[in-house]
């Protein structure tokens, strides 16, 4: 199973924001690092990847399961890429705009699902 912090390995790749959602992310893993129990909830990583011109394209998050199974992004402002955004000037976006442009990517993909796969929930 491939870490999701490998990502920070992979070589860079420089991505107009605005083509950024057109990478077609698959899922590559999800790990659960604490399974939880009553006192404390199950938490994890999942990576996905997208096939760009210029590479492998990566993002992954650290995940918590709530209260009635419901999963969600542990800190979305904490999100690991090798995706610099890059405006239409060519000039790289400030990081409070690659965390949005980054964030409406993941909130399209069927991640949670990929979650309660790894938690044996159906």
Request: charged residues 15%.
């Amino acid at each position: 199973m491939t870490p999701a912090w490998i990502v920070y390995a992979w070589p860079r790749i420089l991505c107009e924001a605005e083509r950024a959602p057109c990478l077609q992310f698959a899922h590559l893993s999800t790990r659960v690092l604490v399974a939880g129990d009553a006192a404390r909830p199950s938490t994890g990583q999942t990576l996905w990847f997208g096939e760009s011109g210029h590479g492998a394209a990566g993002v992954a998050w650290d995940w918590v399961r709530l209260p009635y199974g419901v999963v969600a992004m542990a800190d979305p402002m904490a999100l690991i890429t090798n995706l610099q955004l890059i405006n239409t000037a060519g000039e790289v976006l400030a990081p409070m705009e690659s965390v949005r442009q980054l964030n409406e990517i993941v909130h399209a993909l069927p991640w949670q699902s990929e979650v309660q796969r790894a938690l044996g929930v159906h």
